[in-house]
T-cell receptor, first 118, second 115 residues
Framework: AQTVTQSQPEMSVQEAETVTLSCTYDTSESDYYLFWYKQPPSRQMILVIRQEAYKQQNATENRFSVNFQKAAKSFSLKISDSQLGDAAMYFCAYRSYLTGGNNRKLIWGLGTSLAVNP | IAGITQAPTSQILAAGRRMTLRCTQDMRHNAMYWYRQDLGLGLRLIHYSNTAGTTGKGEVPDGYSVSRANTDDFPLTLASAVPSQTSVYFC??????????????FGPGTRLTVL
């Protein structure tokens, strides 16, 4: 069974600086998808960025980018020029490439709480 | 505004009562999901539906039932609530196409407390 581990329960960053959140996962599959979601105090789960395992190029969305290391099974999120609005819980999630049954469920890490200091 | 709505936002429920959590999406997504979020356990899939008229069990289906009579609605029912069902419940949807990356988009959640 696949697992996702986020080893940093809490992190903090100064406004305008860069922070990296770690995520590792365990799987025997060769194809899969990885996601980072953000959950601010409003509770809404918001997609930040996604990566397809067969793509070697790291995904980027504005100030958010990932460092995807497939061999190491690592999927870290880098937030550049941190803003106060980035303060939230960040979750890493894995999804199998398989589509049958409940294979399309997201498997979640336990999250990293990010504080942004002014 | 396109998206997913959930109702109620929060609810306190006596144990043994029946409760239906509502979920509606207007994105014409064919797949829908129910997750529960618990501290220390993360999010876990309760039930899913790949298309209208079909449903399936997730990781933690016991005590819950769902139906998918049409594309837009995916209600979750607790037939007889128990305190262990106290949680935050999220509905999600995705535009499922075989072999593609279908991103799941989430509703705002329902906080349910069973006493």
């Amino acid at each position: 069974a696949q697992t996702v581990t986020q080893s940093q329960p809490e992190m903090s960053v100064q406004e305008a600086e860069t922070v990296t959140l770690s995520c590792t996962y365990d799987t025997s599959e060769s194809d899969y998808y990885l996601f980072w979601y953000k959950q601010p105090p409003s509770r809404q789960m918001i997609l930040v960025i996604r990566q397809e395992a067969y793509k070697q190029q790291n995904a980027t969305e504005n100030r958010f980018s990932v460092n995807f290391q497939k061999a190491a099974k690592s999927f870290s999120l880098k937030i550049s020029d941190s803003q106060l609005g980035d303060a939230a819980m960040y979750f890493c999630a894995y999804r199998s490439y398989l589509t049958g049954g409940n294979n399309r469920k997201l498997i979640w890490g336990l999250g990293t709480s990010l504080a942004v200091n002014p | 505004i396109a998206g997913i709505t959930q109702a109620p936002t929060s609810q306190i429920l006596a144990a043994g009562r029946r409760m239906t959590l509502r979920c509606t999406q207007d994105m014409r997504h064919n797949a829908m999901y129910w997750y529960r979020q618990d501290l220390g356990l993360g999010l876990r899939l309760i039930h899913y539906s790949n298309t209208a008229g079909t449903t399936g069990k997730g990781e933690v289906p016991d005590g819950y039932s769902v139906s998918r009579a049409n594309t837009d609605d995916f209600p979750l029912t607790l037939a007889s609530a128990v305190p262990s069902q106290t949680s935050v419940y999220f509905c999600a949807s995705s535009a499922y196409r075989s072999g593609s990356l279908d991103t799941q988009y989430f509703g705002p959640g329902t906080r349910l407390t069973v006493l």
